[in-house]
Structure formats: structure tokens, C-alpha cells
């Protein structure tokens, strides 16, 4: 767990998410895990709102981790700069 500035000028505390573990599962049955599919489609469908262009991001609670959003998203990317095509997410 480490906390980072983004360019929004809010300190989040990003926590990891982990959807299996390959020592102990196959990939496949990692990849069909109907919580990482629903994350998947979520990232994919952008089904998550924008905290970079909400205009309360600087004053809300929520946006201070991944863990969820305003939206009831868990985990959330909702002001990951990955989502909003800034950079290349790697997963």
C-alpha cells in the first residue's frame, strides 16, 4: 500500500487488488472469476465515473482510494490516469 499526488492535486491511498494467485490456481480459472470478469468489463465499458472531471474530487472522501467509488464500484479506477487514457494500463 503506498499513497501517491496525482495531477488532480488529491492524495490517494492505493491498496492492491488481487483477483487470484497463481501458485495455487490456473490463469484460466483466475481469468473466468466472475469478481475479475466483472472488473474486467467495468474497466473496458468505463462503467465508472470520472473523478478527474468531477468538480467535487477535491473535497470528496470517496476518491481518496481505490477501494470503492461514488458509484459502488469495488475496486474502482475511477481516477486512475490508466482509465481515462493518460497512459496504457498494463492489465
Not at 40 to 60: A, D, H, I, Q, T
Not at 67 to 77: H, I, K, Q, R
Request: aromatic letters at 16%; hydrophobic letters at 35%.
Amino acid at each position: 500500500m503506498h499513497g501517491f499526488q496525482t495531477f488532480a492535486s488529491v492524495t490517494r491511498t492505493i491498496k492492491e487488488v488481487i483477483f487470484g494467485n497463481l501458485t495455487k490456481e490456473h490463469l484460466l480459472d483466475i481469468w473466468r472469476k466472475p469478481e475479475y470478469v466483472k472488473f474486467r468489463m467495468s474497466v473496458y465499458f468505463f462503467k465508472m465515473p470520472s473523478c478527474f472531471e468531477c468538480g467535487l474530487r477535491e473535497y470528496c472522501y470517496i476518491t481518496t482510494s481505490n477501494e470503492s467509488d461514488c458509484w459502488g464500484n469495488v475496486p474502482t479506477c475511477a481516477s486512475c490516469p490508466y482509465s481515462h487514457d493518460v497512459v496504457r494500463c498494463p492489465l
